[in-house]
T-cell receptor, first 112, second 112 residues
Framework: RKEVEQDPGPFNVPEGATVAFNCTYSNSASQSFFWYRQDCRKEPKLLMSVYSSGNEDGRFTAQLNRASQYISLLIRDSKLSDSATYLCVVNLASGGSYIPTFGRGTSLIVHP | DGGITQSPKYLFRKEGQNVTLSCEQNLNHDAMYWYRQDPGQGLRLIYYSQIVNDFQKGDIAEGYSVSREKKESFPLTVTSAQKNPTAFYLC???????????FGSGTRLTVV
């Protein structure tokens, strides 16, 4: 089983739609969770951190479920500019350290 | 402005040659990381360093080497022992894992 798993998609949605992505992780001792956005042939950029109580930033909502070991990202009112790959990042506990481990990414395509 | 600079942006290498990728940051971050990304794949950790003069192997360290002689610099050498070096290489840094990771713009290495 991969340590951090995401559905690769692609998710193909119309403008204005609500779309949700999930990401599961294998190590219950993991700390610090993030969602990154990566545009084609570019570096990943931090979209938002994920806090235990859940957090929102405009149209984006992130949630953490420690019991089930997954994080989620909800995008409301999708825009064409939201088209990108969304990577989840988990700081996995490993030998006394925490190693930033990436999922393979979920591709989102927003069409007119 | 603070950030991470990777150079060169594109690099072509003949088989059997070693090549060094540069990564410099002026963010005063302690931790630095090297990742490799193949088409349609997530980021895989090559090496990381949490403090000057110390570094650890990641998941795919074979065929690579690093040094961390200065806080600002974390160069990656791709040796001739790396069987499939053609990939997109990303360098990242972090001041504290709870704040996430900042990436450079990457180096695309092609073996010809």
């Amino acid at each position: 089983r991969k340590e951090v798993e995401q559905d690769p998609g692609p998710f193909n949605v119309p403008e204005g739609a609500t779309v949700a992505f999930n990401c599961t992780y294998s190590n219950s001792a993991s700390q610090s969770f993030f969602w990154y956005r990566q545009d084609c042939r570019k570096e990943p950029k931090l979209l938002m951190s994920v806090y235990s109580s859940g957090n929102e930033d405009g149209r984006f909502t992130a949630q953490l479920n420690r019991a089930s070991q997954y994080i989620s990202l909800l995008i409301r009112d999708s825009k064409l500019s939201d088209s990108a790959t969304y990577l989840c990042v988990v700081n996995l506990a490993s030998g006394g350290s925490y190693i930033p481990t990436f999922g393979r990414g979920t591709s989102l395509i927003v069409h007119p | 402005d603070g950030g991470i600079t990777q150079s060169p942006k594109y690099l072509f290498r003949k088989e059997g040659q070693n090549v060094t990728l540069s990564c410099e940051q002026n963010l005063n971050h302690d931790a630095m990381y090297w990742y490799r990304q193949d088409p349609g794949q997530g980021l895989r950790l090559i090496y990381y360093s949490q403090i000057v003069n110390d570094f650890q192997k990641g998941d795919i360290a074979e065929g690579y080497s690093v040094s961390r002689e200065k806080k600002e610099s974390f160069p990656l050498t791709v040796t001739s022992a790396q069987k499939n070096p053609t990939a997109f290489y990303l360098c990242a840094s972090s001041s504290d894992r709870i704040y996430g990771y900042t990436f450079g713009s990457g180096t695309r290495l092609t073996v010809v």
